[in-house]
C-alpha cells in the first residue's frame, strides 16, 4: 500500500470511529419544568427573568428544555387542577409563582422539587421549616413585598404631605399573602397617622364597586396581588376616572398607569429562581438550598399620571426613581 493511501485509511478509519462513538452516545436529555402562575402570561413580572435567566444557564426550549406553562389568569380555583396535571406530566421540576401557586403545587406532590418565586412569607404559609433549612421538596425564593409596604406609603406621603386618609384595595381570595401587607399597612399607617379604608374585590365587577366606593382624589393602595396584577390596566382606569393617586408594589403597574410602584425587582428574583431549577435538575435537593430574599428593589414613578393628575412629584424622589416613565 502506497504512503498516500495508507494516510486515507488511517483518516477514514479515526472517521468512523469518530461517528460510531457519537453514535454511541445517548442522546442529551431533555428536561421537563413546569411554570405554574397565578396570574396571566401577559402580566405575569416573574416570567421573563426566569426565562432569561434558563438562557443564561444553557438551557433552551426544544432543546434541552421541555417548559410546560400554565396559568390560572388570576383565577386561584383553576390552581389545584393545574397543578395536578403538571403533576401528572411528571414535570423534573415545578415552578410557582406566588404564594397560592407554590401552596396548590405542594398539596399536589411531596416528591416533585418545588422552586416557588415571589412568595412573601414562605414560614408563615407553611411552605417551608426556615429560610435556611426548607425541609421537604419546597424552596426557591421570598417576595418579602408584605415588608416594603411601608415604605410604599412614605414615598405616597412624600408626594401627598397632606394625606390623612388611605384607601387599601385588598383581595379577600388570597387570604395569606394579602394579610401580611394588611398587617404591614396598619402598621405604617399608625406611624403616619394615616387612617384606612379597606376595600376588597376578587372579580371585575367588585373592582368597579370598590373604586366607586371610594371618595375621589383619595388615594390608592393596591396590594400586590394574581387578580390586580391580571386588571392592572383597569385598575390604573379606574383610578384615574376618580381622580385617585395610586401606590403599589411591582413597576408592570406603574407601567400600566399607577402613580408609584416599590418593590423587589421580579426580574432579578425570576433570574435567581432559575440558577435553583439548575442546581435541582444537576441533582441537588431542594431541602439543601436555602430561601433567597430580594436583594434588589426597584422605584418607579409614572410622570404622565402625576400630570393627569395635577400632582408634581419632588424633585429628590425623582433623583432617586430607578426608573421614570415620561
Not at 26 to 32: D, E, I, L, S, V
Not at 234 to 262: K, N, Q, W
Request: glycine share 6%.
Amino acid at each position: 500500500m502506497t504512503r498516500a493511501l495508507l494516510v486515507v485509511a488511517v483518516v477514514a478509519v479515526a472517521l468512523l470511529s469518530g461517528a460510531l462513538e457519537t453514535a454511541a452516545q445517548p442522546a442529551a436529555r431533555m428536561a421537563r419544568v413546569g411554570y405554574l402562575a397565578a396570574g396571566s402570561a401577559t402580566t405575569d413580572p416573574w416570567g421573563p427573568g426566569f426565562m432569561e435567566g434558563l438562557k443564561s444557564l444553557g438551557y433552551t426550549e426544544g432543546e434541552n428544555l421541555a417548559l410546560e406553562k400554565r396559568y390560572a389568569e388570576g383565577r386561584f380555583d383553576r390552581l389545584s387542577a393545574l397543578a395536578t396535571e403538571l403533576v401528572r406530566l411528571r414535570c423534573d421540576v415545578i415552578v410557582t409563582a406566588v404564594t397560592q401557586a407554590s401552596l396548590a403545587a405542594r398539596a399536589a406532590t411531596a416528591t416533585i422539587p418545588i422552586v416557588m418565586i415571589g412568595v412573601a412569607d414562605p414560614v408563615a404559609a407553611g411552605l417551608v421549616a426556615s429560610l435556611g433549612r426548607p425541609g421537604g421538596n419546597v424552596t426557591g425564593t421570598s417576595a418579602v413585598s408584605n415588608q416594603v409596604v411601608g415604605k410604599q406609603l412614605e414615598l405616597l406621603r412624600e408626594v401627598l404631605p397632606d394625606t390623612s386618609r388611605l384607601a387599601v384595595l385588598w383581595n379577600p381570595a388570597n387570604p395569606v399573602f394579602q394579610a401580611l401587607q394588611l398587617r404591614e399597612a396598619q402598621i405604617a399607617a399608625r406611624t403616619l397617622q394615616i387612617e384606612l379604608q379597606l376595600v376588597e374585590a376578587r372579580t371585575t365587577a367588585e373592582l368597579e364597586r370598590a373604586f366607586a366606593a371610594t371618595p375621589t382624589r383619595r388615594p390608592v393602595l393596591v396590594q400586590v396581588d394574581a387578580f390586580f396584577a391580571a386588571h392592572q390596566r383597569r385598575i390604573a382606569e379606574l383610578a384615574l376616572a376618580r381622580r385617585a393617586p395610586t401606590v403599589t408594589g411591582f413597576s408592570s403597574y406603574t407601567d400600566a398607569g399607577a402613580l408609584l410602584s416599590y418593590g423587589p425587582a421580579p426580574r432579578d428574583v425570576g433570574r435567581r429562581s432559575a440558577s435553583y431549577v439548575d442546581k435541582i435538575l444537576k441533582g441537588a435537593r431542594p431541602d439543601d438550598l436555602p430561601v433567597e430574599e430580594p436583594v434588589t428593589f426597584e422605584l418607579v414613578v409614572n410622570l404622565k399620571t402625576a400630570r393627569a393628575l395635577g400632582l408634581t412629584i419632588p424633585r429628590p424622589l425623582l433623583l432617586r426613581a430607578d426608573r421614570v416613565i415620561e
